[in-house]
């Protein structure tokens, strides 16, 4: 059987023909009586939450501590998940197309990591600052499916392990004025160096707020997908090459916001090789990508070597310490624990790091994934609901863009992260095209679906045909309130 969940690549000239005729069109929202009615049926049957929520604003700011859990027209608190389903505090199930961000490829709550993790605490509690079997173990276990990882060092999130590979590049190649070069629109967690470019290309600093100008300084941006445009990346390490070189490029193997963008099958085989042509590291940021789209994550589908890899999500499997750096043995011992003295090194820590219940999550996780064929799975769910999902907005004349790669759908009904910063013209839809896109968030909820900020899913092994289909009619439902020609 397959490693992969990706049945077929997109066909990325299509799909972005789609999407630019999405953004020059006008929208489709949702009619007017339908929008009252979703913020009526919030009003009534989410009363809990909203008071819960409310109450939060006062020691938490916005009422929630997770950028996810930000939905339209208030957060919901949720009270139980369990594999392809979550309820909320006043009673209401939902199909979680959220998975936690991604993590949870099993489903929520797997029972047989969770009786695993159980076990744990009863015999050694989540954490005792010293080495533990599983940290090992679960090593092992992720340089078994890539064995481009030599080395690993767990971190505790995709931000810290993004933070880690740029400080070992730098200590790499030792140049104090060199590059770090990501792809504009990608999200590298929020470091200082990386909120850079952040969900629409072009912005570079624009979301940069708080961070001195200097952090930036040596952060750039190409557009994504761009290899040899005036502002490709083969221009931009040209040009870095005569002031100061380039430490890495950073890179989404799918493309921006896991490939809300999508890059051609062939652009990491591009990189990869100006990469080595230009003497700089290639990072891949896999911290969805790893152990979602297969076992062998984008390294492994697309048959490239990257110089460092970030992990997140998967390798804990929902438990906490959703972080790792991993790559050549040369790259990744730079980063040894412990008090080196004067020996050239990039300091990473982190007291909950490698903890031993996610590193036994973690391994667990990954078993099951490989047992149950999870993967494939899941990216067979994500296939389904993409065809059928085409299928409504078709019969519904709609001009709403869905594809999937494997088991992450992308269902497009604004476009307002497409926008093209440069275009005067675009600025004054950004506002209307967020609204837009947080209307059909709410609307999804009403219908007992949660997803990704109401423009992605995340499939899991949890998807059973049965819910996919579920799944289907209750979109249907909500693409039936949107206003019409």
Same mark, same amino acid.
């Given at each position: ?12 000239? /299509? ?7 999405? /953004? ?41 501590? +997770? #950028? ?63 080495? &533990? ?14 064995? #481009? ?38 999200? +590298? ?9 952040? &969900? ?8 940069? +707020? ?57 652009? #990491? ?140 759908? &992308? ?23 967020? +609204? ?50």
């Amino acid at each position: 059987m397959s490693d992969y969940g990706i049945s077929s690549y997109p066909d990325v000239d /299509v799909i972005n023909a789609k999407l630019h005729d999405l /953004v020059q069109a006008p929208m489709f929202p949702l009619r007017r009586d339908a929008l009252e009615e979703v913020l009526n049926w919030f009003d009534t049957k989410c009363a809990t939450s909203k008071s819960m929520t409310d109450e939060a604003k006062a020691i938490i700011p916005g009422g929630v501590e +997770h #950028n996810l859990a930000f939905n339209y027209p208030f957060p919901l608190a949720i009270a139980k998940a369990d594999g392809a389903y979550m309820w909320d505090i006043d009673g209401n199930q939902y199909i979680d197309f959220l998975q936690a961000g991604g993590p949870t490829m099993l489903g929520s709550n797997y029972p047989f990591v969770r009786e695993k993790v159980i076990e744990l605490l009863q015999e050694c509690g989540p954490v005792t600052g010293l080495f &533990h079997e599983y940290e090992l173990k679960l090593a092992k276990e992720i340089q078994r499916h890539m064995p #481009n990882i030599e080395m690993i060092r767990f971190l505790g999130s995709g931000t810290e392990a993004d933070m880690a590979a740029l400080r070992v590049a730098r200590t790499y190649i030792n140049k104090p004025k060199a590059k770090i070069v990501k792809m504009g629109g990608a999200y +590298h967690g929020w470091s200082d160096q990386l909120v850079y470019g952040l &969900h629409v290309p072009g912005t570079g600093t624009l979301e940069a +707020h708080g961070i001195p100008k200097g952090c930036t300084d040596l952060t750039q941006e190409f557009p994504p997908d761009d290899i040899e445009g005036r502002k490709g990346l083969r221009a931009l390490l040209a040009k870095n090459e005569e002031k100061g070189g380039t430490a890495a490029v950073l890179i989404e193997p799918l493309g921006p916001e896991s490939g809300t963008r999508p890059l051609h099958q062939d652009f #990491n085989q591009q990189v990869r090789e100006l990469c080595d042509q230009y003497g700089c590291l290639l990072i891949f940021d896999e911290v969805v990508t790893g152990f979602r789209i297969g076992m062998g994550g984008a390294q492994g589908y697309f048959n490239i070597k990257p110089d460092l890899t970030v992990f997140g999500k998967v390798i804990a499997g929902g438990y906490p310490m959703a972080g790792g750096i991993g790559g050549r043995a040369d790259l990744i011992s730079l980063c040894a624990a412990g008090v080196e003295g004067t020996k050239k090194r990039a300091y990473v820590g982190g007291t909950l790091s490698a903890n031993p219940l996610s590193c036994l999550a973690g391994y667990y996780t990954l078993q099951e994934m490989e047992r149950t064929d999870a993967c494939v799975k899941a990216g067979q769910a994500g296939d389904r609901l993409a065809k059928g999902l085409n299928d409504v907005v078709e019969k519904r004349s709609l001009p709403y863009v869905i594809y999937n790669t494997g088991s992450i759908c &992308h269902v497009e009904t604004s476009g307002v992260m497409l926008l093209d910063i440069m275009d005067p013209n675009a600025i004054p839809q950004v506002d209307p095209r967020k +609204h837009l896109m947080e209307e059909m968030g709410a609307a999804y909820e009403m219908e007992g679906i949660i997803t990704i900020g109401g423009s992605r899913v995340y499939n899991s092994l949890a998807d059973t045909d049965e819910i996919i289909d579920d799944a289907i009619e209750r979109f249907d439902r909500v693409f039936a309130k949107a206003e019409s020609l």
